[in-house]
């Protein structure tokens, strides 16, 4: 098997071409252009030889056709500005989930430190060390969020033709400021699911519009009278297999441009996929089980403590029948039934990286009620301030046996009301923390579904475009050597929206038929006999049809010999009418021929005349294939 | 309302140093210094108090503080001050880490916003 490039089968296209030969395993390329046809654009080239019972492999370079495709059809080459977002936007996205990634490292440490303050007996030394984790993880997020958000706003102030960084300053001291760390992550990921959108709505776009390609080849068999039969290619021709039609191919239905895009989408959307499915839901799981513990040990401390002292004051408010302290009354309530909720949720043991939604529900439940109790916790304060002159009132209208127990009572626990309250300082922070959590589950879910978008546009035209063929010479009926193997290549563009066709090439190539070795040849010539006995009336080269049956032998490498002098020897028929008297002459004589049979010459004899001859001939056929040359 | 700031006092320069010293010993704080009274330094104090907030614990804790030195002319004060910066021109911020050694500064002709000011106190966290 051997194999070569053609580079010039159009200046477009690029197609690699072998033939697999017969016994010979020869493939001679021989490419010369003829010089007299009528339009240049339709120049025949002779490709090479194709032994007569090879066959022929069309190989494609599909992505040097599609690259071909897009700079004829004028589109502009890599580097557009899409691909370049797209480009940024994977950075981007890389800096998100790093920052993610460390994000969630933070508050897993900075779970741990929480668990271990509220534990009395942790050692100072490894307070510090859990403190100072939680801040390195804390600073690097900070790095990256600040890295992912500059190019994500670098890509917004490009479309607005704003300097890269215009705004980034600005936008990272209000982060800094107002909503610590989280407020970066925040933007970042509120700009890159945008982002994500847009690219996904251009490439939509793109894709409607884009241009629908089709490829034609078909193959022809030019015989030495000048006629041309098709030939059966399998994935380029339909019908029978004797009288084929050409099939269009119609894969190649994007640009270069948009190739490039829709791979990176995919690789972005693969990287999104990573943050839901990968590591970093194995980091929600842990932070889920680290923080239903760091639960569980701020509100166990509540549990006994809390709950008994709140029923008390209650009670002990309620007694006295007081309106004035009925507000109190009625947040301590709300405070008692909040803790209590809390106390009795349980979150769930199994939790994987398919349960978003499910997490989300979780979440936005917890959420609601961790927000109450923080509003709550935080009114609490205040609201006993105020009602601490009521209840000196209520304390003077006491007996005053009565009012020493009372007041001592009441202190006591009002004191220990603000030292639980005080208590729940940490437990606030987690109120925090949980929210920032969920908040971040919320753009892992949105991300997700921007990932989906750009993947269902991506999926139907990423399938791999095979044009190969396989041409099998044998199924060509009626071919001899020096007969040409025709091969038709058409590209034509349509456009979706206008409909408009525009032909991109239009080229062909041929391959002339060789046997290599021995081989026969059956031609027909019109000989002109001269009788070499004295018979009645003129004989002198009197036009006889004849038959040939031609002996050959094709030349590895001998170009001249094979195409030009290409002798032949055999014995040669003719139909003879050397006298009145038979009605039938044969002659059969020893023939040569030189010049793909065009010129014969030989020395036969007459059966039933009993004469010998000496003939020369030519063959019209091959004549007029070579005035057509 | 500044919530984490110390402002040294000005007419009393024993106290200041001494409320200084009692700052810098306190070994579980990142500290940062800002010098000078004029509206610069002021919204650079209102910054970082506000910054400091984000590791606040509870309501008695906090690992980061910010002292606020509107003047420094009294020669008690400034040998202080030179302990703990260096000798030669105050800077507009500095930064001593939890083991009280000066980590960062920012320089007077130097751009300031609360990233800058962030970024500092970070460098004060760092072992």
Avoid at chain 1, 370 to 382: D, M
Avoid at chain 2, 93 to 109: N, W
Avoid at chain 2, 116 to 123: G, P
Wanted: charged share 25%.
């Amino acid at each position: 098997m051997s194999g070569l490039h053609l580079p010039s089968l159009s200046a477009a296209l690029v197609c690699a071409l072998a033939a697999q030969t017969g016994p010979h395993d020869v493939f001679r390329h021989v490419e010369f252009t003829t010089s007299r046809a009528e339009r240049p654009e339709r120049r025949e080239r002779l490709a090479g030889e194709l032994e007569i019972d090879s066959l022929l492999w069309i190989d494609w370079d599909e992505d040097a056709l599609l690259q071909s495709v897009a700079r004829r059809l004028g589109y502009p080459p890599t580097g557009d500005s899409q691909a370049r977002r797209i480009a940024t936007l994977q950075a981007s996205c890389e800096a998100f989930l790093a920052a993610d990634s460390e994000l969630f490292a933070a508050k897993r440490a900075w779970l741990a430190w929480q668990r271990a303050r509220l534990a009395p007996t942790t050692p100072a030394a490894e307070l510090q060390a859990l403190e100072q984790a939680h801040l390195a993880h804390q600073e690097r997020f900070a790095s990256q969020a600040a890295s992912g958000i500059q190019k994500i706003l670098s890509l917004e102030n490009e479309r607005r033709g704003a300097p890269p960084l215009a705004g980034f300053r600005e936008q990272a001291n209000e982060a800094v400021l107002t909503g610590s760390y989280e407020a970066l992550h925040d933007l970042n990921s509120r700009a890159l699911t945008a982002e994500i959108a847009d690219v996904t709505a251009a490439l939509e776009a793109r894709l409607a519009d884009a241009f629908r390609v089709e490829l034609t080849m078909e193959v022809k068999l030019s015989g030495a009278n000048g006629d041309q039969g098709p030939i059966y290619l399998p994935g380029y021709s339909r019908g029978r297999a004797d009288a084929p039609e050409p099939y269009p191919r119609f894969e190649l239905l994007v640009d270069e441009r948009t190739r490039d895009e829709l791979r990176a989408a995919g690789e972005l959307g693969r990287v999104l996929e990573r943050a839901l499915d990968g590591s970093i839901s194995a980091d929600f799981r842990l932070l889920l089980d680290e923080l239903s513990v760091a639960l569980r040990a701020a509100l166990d401390g509540l549990d006994t403590e809390l709950l008994t002292t709140l029923e008390a004051v209650i009670a002990d408010l309620g007694a006295s029948g007081d309106a004035t302290l009925q507000p109190l009354i009625r947040e301590l309530r709300r405070v008692e039934d909040l803790v209590r909720t809390l106390l009795a949720f349980e979150l769930p043991d199994e939790l994987g990286a398919s349960d978003i939604e499910r997490i989300l529900a979780l979440a936005d439940l917890l959420s609601g009620r961790f927000t109450a109790l923080r509003s709550t916790l935080e009114a609490l304060p205040a609201l006993l301030e105020t009602t601490s002159s009521a209840l000196l009132d209520l304390l003077e209208d006491l007996p005053a046996e009565l009012r020493g127990e009372t007041l001592e009572i009441l202190v006591e626990r009002f004191t220990r009301l603000r030292n639980e309250l005080a208590v729940s300082a940490p437990l606030r922070r987690l109120v925090g923390d949980v929210q920032a959590l969920l908040r971040s589950l919320g753009y892992n879910a949105r991300l997700r579904e921007a990932a989906g978008d750009i993947e269902s546009v991506a999926r139907p035209v990423l399938g791999a475009i095979d044009l190969d063929t396989v041409l099998d010479i044998q199924t060509a009926h009626g071919r001899h050597p020096g007969d040409r193997v025709v091969l038709l290549v058409r590209v034509t563009a349509s456009s979706r929206s206008t409909g408009e066709e525009i032909v991109l090439d239009d080229r062909q190539r041929s391959f002339r038929l060789a046997v290599y070795g021995f081989y026969v040849e059956t031609r027909g010539a019109l000989l002109f006999a001269d009788a070499r006995a004295n018979l009645n009336g003129n004989q002198n080269y009197e036009p006889v049809p004849g038959l040939g049956v031609n002996l050959h032998y094709g030349f590895a490498n001998q170009r001249f010999l094979n195409e030009v002098l290409d002798p032949g020897f055999g014995l040669s028929f003719a139909l003879l009418d050397f006298d009145d008297v038979h009605d039938l002459e044969l002659g059969v004589g020893l023939n040569l021929t030189l010049f793909q049979d065009l010129l014969w010459v030989g020395y036969g004899y007459n059966l039933q005349v009993d004469a010998d001859y000496f003939y020369a001939g030519i063959n019209p056929l091959v004549l007029g294939e070579l005035l057509r040359k | 309302m500044l919530s984490n700031t110390l402002i040294l006092p000005e007419s009393d320069a024993r106290l200041a140093v001494r409320l200084l010293a009692d700052a810098i010993d306190d070994l579980d704080v990142v500290l940062m210094l800002i010098f000078g009274r004029d509206e610069r330094a002021e919204r650079i104090v209102h910054w970082a108090d506000q910054l400091a907030n984000k590791t606040k614990i509870g309501d008695t804790h906090n690992l980061r503080h910010v002292i606020w030195v509107r003047r420094d002319d009294s020669v008690l004060l400034g040998e202080k001050l030179a302990e703990i910066v260096g000798p030669g021109d105050l800077p507009s911020v500095a930064v001593l880490d939890f083991h009280d050694k000066l980590r960062h500064r920012i320089e007077p002709d130097a751009p300031v916003d609360p990233l800058t000011l962030e970024l500092a106190f970070l460098e004060g966290h760092r072992r």
